[in-house]
């Protein structure tokens, strides 16, 4: 397993700014608050969009590429939508062959790699967990409304609970690194301390409340 920092926002440096002063970081204007994300599909960076220039991202949800000087940038829109998988199937033995030593991780098609990644959250960040191709096949081929995300910019948020069960959603992929920066935050001592688990708990919830139901063979209602 090795560890990689995924980074949530290339900020300016200087004093942070709120939500609410926070700038468009394709065309400088202010962002406005509750503004969109749209994610460089190359670096996995996610980037402050405003309305307009979100909405340039957006199209079918597939990736556009732009030219910045002698470079070409590929960008796609992060979308808005929270979906909880009340059907999901999954096994201990699955989660086990997947090197996942905590409750949670999240798992997204990466298209500069090709292939689904998997990471989970850590103290030292989103930490990535090798995938065993024949092991995430088994689970997709099981739960056949998972390659409903969208590459990129959607991931699919498996939380383990303590009798053995799993839950799943489907959520934008800002949402996960705002997981990954709460249990960097709360982390105490060896395994993370109540106080984490109660945030994680907390999160989770949140997730449950704001998403709708998919059932197998449902249209995600995706952009």
Request: with cysteine.
């Amino acid at each position: 397993m090795t560890t990689t920092g995924l980074r949530r926002f290339r900020r300016p440096s200087g004093p942070p700014e709120t939500a609410e002063r926070a700038r468009c970081e394709l065309c400088g204007e202010q962002a406005g608050a509750g503004h969109g994300h749209v994610a460089h599909t190359g670096n996995r960076a996610l980037l402050c969009a405003c309305r307009p220039c979100y909405l340039l991202f957006t199209h079918d949800g597939a990736a556009r590429t732009v030219r910045d000087g002698a470079a070409e940038r590929r960008y796609r829109a992060v979308p808005d939508r929270y979906l909880c998988v009340p059907s999901f199937r999954m096994t201990s033995a699955d989660w086990d062959d997947l090197q996942i030593p905590v409750r949670t991780a999240f798992f997204f098609h990466n298209s500069a790699l090709g292939r689904t990644v998997a990471f989970y959250p850590s103290p030292a960040g989103a930490t990535e967990s090798l995938l065993p191709l024949g092991t995430w096949e088994r689970v997709v081929e099981a739960n056949p409304m998972l390659a409903d995300a969208h590459p990129d910019v959607e991931a699919l948020l498996v939380d383990r609970h303590p009798e053995g069960d799993f839950t799943c959603h489907l959520v934008p992929i800002d949402a996960c690194y705002e997981l990954v920066g709460l249990v960097r935050l709360r982390w105490k001592g060896f395994g993370g301390g109540q106080e984490l688990r109660d945030a994680v708990d907390a999160f989770l919830d949140g997730l449950g409340r704001r998403g709708h139901a998919m059932y197998e063979g449902e249209d995600g209602g995706g952009e």
